[in-house]
């Protein structure tokens, strides 16, 4: 159990994080939170409260803030 519970998706996922480039790669690490949470809610009937919901809403505002930065730079270079 330990086998298919641990060690294969860790090594899933690091074989899936060596073949993006590394802002791609901080953005799928940065998301996991969520899609944990999100998978929590839906398979295990956890409960969404508020504290959940704004960390929720922090990280995608960081991800948005960090991209249009990005655009903007490389529209100005």
Partial sequence: MA???????????????????????SILATIEPIVSAIVGLIFFQEVFDLTKILGMICIISAILILNLNLVKAKSIN
């Fill in 3 to 25: 086998i298919f519970c641990t060690v294969m998706p860790f090594l899933l996922y690091t074989t899936g994080l060596k073949k993006l480039e590394a802002g791609k790669a």
